[in-house]
């Protein structure tokens, strides 16, 4: 009986783990997201902001994305991309794997070496690539942590 009250508890207690990390995280728009960085005053470059549908690269994954933007520096020789998307929770992991290939081939390839300027090199190398609940982002840029931290306490319960 022991044994089996014991394992009772163990699974019920995984399953509360399990649970925790999607319902950690409120349900918030990214256009709120985006309007917070924005608004910021963090981003260092003009900013060019797009849906992130619009953009060619996440083709393999649209249908998955609920919502989700790109911020990127409207001046093509410096390294500013903020890319931030929602999904269903199943589907998060699929979206954070899109979002690393773009950093595999779009920042570190184009800007790894200094690309633009020297200052690129360093931002490419520090670049924050997460999953929280229903959201996956990607920040690449001077303020990256501040910018991160805009996210996080947007999202955070």
Known sequence: MRKI??????IFTMSLVGCSSKS??????VSSIQKAIESSNL???????????ESDYFNDVDEKITEGFIIRSAINLRLEDIIVVKSDFENIDEIYNALS??????????????????ENANISSN??????????????????KEIEEVILNLIKK
């Open 5 to 10: 009250l014991l394992i009772l508890a163990l």
């Open 24 to 29: 950690d995280y409120k349900d918030v728009s």
């Open 43 to 53: 981003l260092l470059e003009q900013p060019l902001s797009i849906d992130i549908i």
């Open 101 to 118: 290939s773009y950093k595999d081939n779009m920042i570190i390839k184009s800007f790894g070496s200094g690309y633009g300027s020297e």
């Open 127 to 144: 670049t924050i690539l997460d999953k929280k609940g229903n959201y996956a982002y990607l920040v690449s840029a001077k303020n990256a």
